[in-house]
């Protein structure tokens, strides 16, 4: 369930984690950045050439020794490599109101450094030499309804050591009503892999599914869904649910991501 969000601007002497600016505008976001309950997630996609990804790497680290040096940060967010050299930031946010003042505080980290921020800052843009397309943004909005809580401690996108990224355009209700029953099964048989699910609101227009464990080798023993539905509901009834749901989606791609916390902004 979302939660009004109110986006405070006041004036400060001070940036986030107490980094010295000029006095001025600035902006109090109010969602911690990695809220797994947020509503919304503002996720950037880096596509990197895999022979200069060491090259965007280091400048992501000299970059952090600078935030971090100075005691504040660029508000980018949570990094995941998805398999090959793309890598996803994962911002939490609550209002499209906080979302612009999001940007705003990103475009002002110069300034919350300081005099050597303009210059810190086209060090780190050298990385950009590994980019490829697709390069762009996007927002995503969380689907509560299809998401799955295994036993255990619950896991996120921020938290979990392994997750398996399934992007789809679902072109039908029947998905929904096929996952219903699914999410029963699962249920019934405790399968221990969590699952959030989000909608690319602006951008793909596509469900993105995280399925979310431990590590990897945790999610092989766990097996596939559909053979944890079929523990419960029978082999036949299985099938025919997860067939439903294949025919109600088109465009699917299935990827392995793992997280990448040492990239990621300070909170």
Known sequence: MSRRVVVVLVLCLSAP???????GPC?????????????????????????????????RRGWLQ????????????????RSGSTFLTLRSFNSFAEYDA??????????RIGPDGEKAGAQYDRG???????????????????????????????????????????????YQEAWKQ????????HYPIGRKTFFSSLGSGK??????ATSPAAFREAGSPEQAAARSLGAEKAAALFATVRAARSEVSVADVVPRPELASPP
């Open 102 to 111: 999001l940007r705003a505080f990103r475009a002002s980290v110069a300034e």
């Open 66 to 81: 600078v935030l971090n040096a100075h005691h504040t940060t660029d508000g980018r967010g949570f990094f995941l490599q």
């Open 17 to 23: 984690l107490g980094a010295a600016v000029p006095a």
């Open 27 to 59: 902006v109090s976001l109010t969602t911690a950045p990695y809220a797994a309950s947020a509503t919304f997630r503002a996720v950037h996609i880096d596509t990197l050439d895999p022979k200069l990804e060491a090259i965007f790497e280091d400048a």
């Open 182 to 189: 699914i999410h029963a099964a699962l249920a019934a048989a």
């Open 128 to 174: 950009d030499v590994a980019l490829l397309a697709p390069h762009n943004s996007e927002v995503w909005t969380r689907l509560e309804a299809l998401d799955y809580r295994g036993p255990g401690p619950e896991l996120s996108e921020y938290t979990a050591g392994y997750l398996q990224m399934v992007v789809e355009q679902v072109s039908s209700e029947a």
């Open 207 to 212: 469900y993105v599914t995280f399925w979310l």
